[in-house]
């Protein structure tokens, strides 16, 4: 009897062991379960990581792959598998050069000559070449562009000499060779209280002119307008605050400077004043509308026709009629002219032209 007492008490020892065990293993169990959750959770978290990493580089392989096909097609086009070595003689110079390579500036005369469609309507001389009548120095310049533009897109543009620049624009806006030709901005040696500035409208860029101070401000286009082919800008009113007679714009035969800045009397001219209509002293006939306010979100486009030597008038994209030169001009320069704080207009020089109507 008197072990007992002893036993019971190991038995509660021994039950309060395996309690303070089963316990341990009770944590040890959640630990795990803890351990798991947060184990998976991860798992997951890098899964998606995984698949959303490997679908951006599956992205990346397919632009790339389309760069590669699209970079294979323009490899074929300049480096074709068979090549058709064109000879020219341009003037007495002797010419050699692919045909794909002669063709490579899209929407050019030169590519439009030397299509299946014209090719066969060059002249040839007593060797069998095609005969070109043209500067050989400019053509000689452009067939070094072309040569170096078939093994780079961007390849610059050949230093042209003094001597033939002017030949080279007149023959880059004759065969519409647009990467000869410079696009137009305002001058910015205008020396007016003026305000100039450019914003990009797509792939074009508009030229903004803000007045600050009263009084008549002039200023002209720092390039004139091409005398090879027709040419059209048009300009939208952004905020005239006074539409009296404040806005003029138009042409003139020379680049405004000094007290021509702060008058719209110019020497040969011929400009729209808003509410009145044309004025300048080199109007010959013309059945233009007047009085036009050019008010807020107005547009007016000026268009010159080289061949009949005229500027014909658009006004919202509405054709207003049509106006001769007294005489003729050698430079034809786009000019603007504000006279009130607050006023600006925007300027697109490579606007396209509306059709013709006057409906």
């Not at 951006?56 to 480096?79: F, G, H, P, V």
Request: net charge negative.
């Amino acid at each position: 009897m008197e072990a007992e007492p002893l036993i019971e008490s190991s038995f509660r020892r021994l039950l309060a062991s395996l309690d303070a065990e089963r316990e341990q293993l009770r944590g040890a169990w959640q630990r795990l379960s803890e351990e798991r959750d947060l184990t998976t959770e991860h798992l997951e978290k890098l899964r998606q990581e995984t698949e959303e990493w490997c679908y951006r580089e599956k992205l990346k392989i397919d632009n790339e792959w389309q760069r590669l096909n699209k970079l294979s097609e323009e490899m074929t086009k300049m480096w074709p598998s068979t090549v058709e070595i064109l000879e020219i003689n341009c003037s007495g110079e002797a010419f050699t050069i692919p045909r794909e390579t002669m063709c490579g500036i899209e929407g050019s005369v030169l590519s439009e000559m030397f299509s299946d469609e014209f090719i066969h309507e060059i002249p040839r001389d007593e060797e069998g070449r095609f005969f070109l009548d043209f500067n050989p120095q400019c053509f000689s310049m452009v067939v070094e562009y072309l040569r170096n533009r078939r093994l780079n897109l961007d390849a610059p543009l050949p230093v042209v000499p003094q001597v033939q620049k002017r030949n080279m624009e007149l023959l880059a806006e004759a065969w519409k060779l647009w990467p000869f030709l410079k696009a137009n901005r305002l001058n910015p040696l205008h020396g007016t209280s003026l305000h100039i500035s450019s914003q990009a409208d797509g792939p074009k860029e508009l030229h903004i002119i803000r007045a600050t101070h009263p009084g008549w401000q002039v200023l002209g286009a720092e390039q004139p307008l091409p005398v090879s082919t027709c040419s059209y800008f048009e300009v939208k009113v952004l905020h005239n605050p006074d539409t009296r007679g404040g806005l003029a714009l138009g042409v003139c035969g020379h680049l405004p400077s000094g007290t021509e800045t702060h008058s719209i009397r110019l020497q040969q001219c011929v400009l729209y004043n808003s509410n009145n209509g044309l004025l300048g002293d080199s109007i010959g006939e013309h059945d233009v509308q007047g009085g036009l306010k050019l008010s807020d979100g107005e547009s007016l486009g000026v268009c010159h026709e080289v061949i009949l030597g005229v500027l014909q008038w658009y006004h919202n994209g509405r054709f207003i009629g049509s106006s001769s030169f007294k005489e003729r001009w050698t430079s034809v320069f786009p000019v603007f002219g504000l006279y009130v704080p607050g006023q600006s207009i925007a300027i697109d020089f490579q606007a396209s032209q509306p059709k013709m109507s006057r409906s």
